[in-house]
């Protein structure tokens, strides 16, 4: 991962071209849908939000009435942009090297359009699990490799298949519990087919936007 230097106001705002603005219309309504979606069935205590930006996520979830949600980014201007309400619980700092939490103390921890931007995915994978309870879940969103803005940014340096990221979760130690991959063409017959669509368009309104790998992964 680059450093603060990159990730800078041109970045999320969006006046270099190198990334759409990271405006509130933008993002926060797919934070509160997945916010809404990772406490469906029950309400995490602690919540780690890793390259939160402008802590968008970390909102929702308060809004969800997760009291301990909390973020990380490496950039001081995202968490600088935050809302006020939020801003004491966002720290600025890299997860490459490591987290300022202790081992086993969060339920769940979300990294969202983070890990296209790191060469070598194990250690922050690694750290992710150290922080995680036994039996904590990481929800993970990864830019798929037909995603429009894929090689657009510069700072995409790990745009990989399904393939690749499964073989990294199963090295780290993660067990599946569920992946969305959306966009993808399947064969099938006109009824599978149908029910493909109808399931994409359902993890699309739900859980984000098109042409994503969404991970559900759990620890232990």
Same mark, same amino acid.
């Given at each position: 991962m680059t450093t603060d230097a990159f990730y800078n106001e041109e970045y999320f705002e969006g006046k270099s071209r190198r990334s759409p603005p990271h405006s509130r219309g933008l993002i926060y309504p797919m934070a509160e849908r997945t916010a809404r979606f990772l406490c469906r069935h029950s309400t995490p205590m602690r919540v780690l939000d890793v390259g939160c930006a402008k802590g968008y996520l970390v909102e929702a979830f308060r &809004?969800? *009435? !997760?009291?301990?949600?909390? *973020? %990380?980014? !490496?950039? &001081?201007?995202?968490?600088?942009?935050? =809302? $006020?309400?939020?801003? +004491?619980?966002?720290?600025? *700092?890299? %997860? @490459? =090297? +490591?987290?300022? %939490?202790? #081992? +086993? #103390?969060?339920? !769940?921890? #979300?990294? @969202?359009?983070?890990? =296209?931007?790191? &060469?070598? $995915?194990?250690?922050?994978l690694q750290e992710i699990a150290r922080v995680l309870r036994t039996g904590g879940r990481a929800y993970l969103k990864i830019c798929h490799p037909r995603h429009p803005? &894929?090689?657009?940014?510069?700072?995409?340096?790990?745009?990989? $298949?399904?393939?690749?990221?499964?073989?990294?979760f199963r090295q780290v130690g993660f067990s599946w519990v569920r992946i969305y991959e959306t966009d993808v063409t399947e064969a099938g017959s006109v009824v599978d087919r149908v029910k493909s669509l109808l399931r994409r368009y359902r993890e699309w309104a739900v859980i984000g936007t098109p042409a994503d790998y969404k991970f559900v992964l759990r620890r232990g």
């Open positions: &809004a969800q *009435g !997760v009291a301990q949600a909390v *973020g %990380l980014d !490496v950039s &001081a201007y995202a968490v600088s942009q935050a =809302e $006020p309400a939020v801003r +004491g619980r966002l720290l600025v *700092g890299n %997860l @490459m =090297e +490591g987290l300022p %939490l202790a #081992t +086993g #103390t969060c339920d !769940v921890i #979300t990294a @969202m359009d983070l890990f =296209e931007h790191l &060469a070598d $995915p194990v250690p922050a803005n &894929a090689t657009r940014d510069p700072s995409h340096v790990n745009v990989q $298949p399904l393939a690749y990221w499964a073989t990294i």
